[in-house]
């Protein structure tokens, strides 16, 4: 059995998040703010969520609430309504984020306002104390999964370093299968301890990336670094020896599913060193669709009736698109020489009930695949 190689806590320095913090207070204190984002100290009680909780087969760890990164699609904005609701109820919010959460719409307000877990490397200290039930379950197998409802690369780890304090602490634990998904070069920054984890436990990094295109990826993800900086990230992450592939996910019908964009992708990404390619078409659910669906009727309309009537009353695409998609992926991920992954992120599985078909403007890929 993997021994613990130091099981001592890592401390936080209150002074990194300001005069204003206080760890006994209540209330979420303002730490920094960033032209039209607001970052506030926000300790967790836990911050390691075991499987039962959230229903995905593996524990995730998010080291902020809220993303500025601001995808259009994103499925994540839930988390942050949870946050405030509960913040409010238990009268921890200052009266100007209360303000402010109250002049905008919670998906806004979930790209605007992020919540800090400024404890979270202390608190997984603790929680991976060598024979403790969680260390026992992690050391079974089962995953952790950083960034499932944020990136832990967001702009706010360059000031906060969060995700660093937690990597920090999963160093000094071997033995471990951590996956840590994100957009962002920013993560190149760890390479030293990315690198020092993988000599002792399994570790994955999933670089998302829907498009080639960068006009078209500031359009559905506009504050996200270009999917250029991602490759380049790709390729460091290669370079130090850590295995990391790409998250094609989700796959925006009629917007980023041309099979000739991508197989371009896979092709760039098998040539910069992936280890895999991963995909999955989209899924909305409540607060996700209450943002995408007025931007696919703003931004493009020609798809509005057809994204009505799939997404209108359900969450995902037909099933034969889904087939098309994984049939696409195979056979473009065999030509190229990466390997095809199943997705990690989704719960559902495949057997979920499909609703209604993709209109015609959606099945170009399906057509090009179903032969
Ligand atoms: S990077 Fe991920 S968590 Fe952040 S907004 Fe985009 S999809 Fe959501």
């Excluded at 080639?212 to 370079?239: F, N, Q, V, Y």
């Amino acid at each position: 059995m993997a021994k613990t190689i130091r099981a001592k806590a890592v401390p936080i320095q209150p002074g990194l998040f300001g005069p204003d913090y206080d760890r006994k207070s209540r209330l979420l204190p303002l730490i920094d703010e960033q032209k039209d984002i607001s970052y506030y100290a926000a300790p967790a009680k836990n911050v390691l969520n075991p499987p039962e909780t959230t229903g995905m087969d593996f524990w995730s760890l998010n080291p902020y609430t809220g993303c500025a990164f601001g995808c259009t699609y994103c499925y994540a904005r839930y988390a942050h309504r949870y946050v405030m609701e509960r913040a409010s109820d238990a009268r921890r919010m200052e009266d100007p984020l209360a303000e402010k959460y109250a002049q905008m719409p919670p998906w806004l307000a979930f790209e605007r306002n992020i919540f800090v877990k400024t404890n979270a490397p202390e608190l997984l200290s603790r929680a991976l104390r060598h024979g403790s039930d969680k260390h026992r379950q992690l050391l079974g197998g089962q995953a952790i999964l950083i960034g499932s409802a944020t990136d832990p690369y967001q702009p706010a780890e360059r000031r906060f370093r969060v995700t660093r304090g937690v990597l920090e602490v999963l160093a000094m634990h071997p033995g471990l299968r951590i996956v840590i998904i994100t957009k962002s070069p920013l993560i190149t920054r760890d390479v030293d301890l990315l690198a020092r984890i993988s000599r002792h436990s399994t570790l994955s990094v999933h670089i998302s990336l829907i498009t080639l295109d960068r006009e078209l990826a500031r359009k559905l993800e506009p504050r996200s670094p270009t999917p250029e900086s991602r490759i380049r990230a790709l390729t460091r992450l290669r370079a130090a020896g850590i295995d990391a592939g790409i998250n094609c996910m989700p796959v925006l019908p009629g917007i980023t599913d041309n099979p000739r964009d991508l197989d371009a992708l896979v092709k760039r990404v098998a040539e910069a060193g992936a280890t895999y390619v991963g995909a999955c078409a989209l899924r909305l659910r409540g607060s996700a669709k209450q943002r995408y669906l007025p931007f696919i009727e703003t931004e493009f309309p020609h798809l509005a009736r057809s994204y009505r009537a799939t997404y209108g009353h359900g969450h995902e695409a037909g099933a034969r698109y889904r087939e098309g998609l994984a049939m696409f992926f195979e056979r473009t991920c065999a030509k190229y020489g990466v390997r095809a992954s199943s997705r990690i992120r989704d719960g559902d599985g495949d057997d979920a009930v499909p609703v209604g078909g993709v209109g015609a403007d959606m099945l170009q890929l399906e057509l090009l695949t179903a032969t």
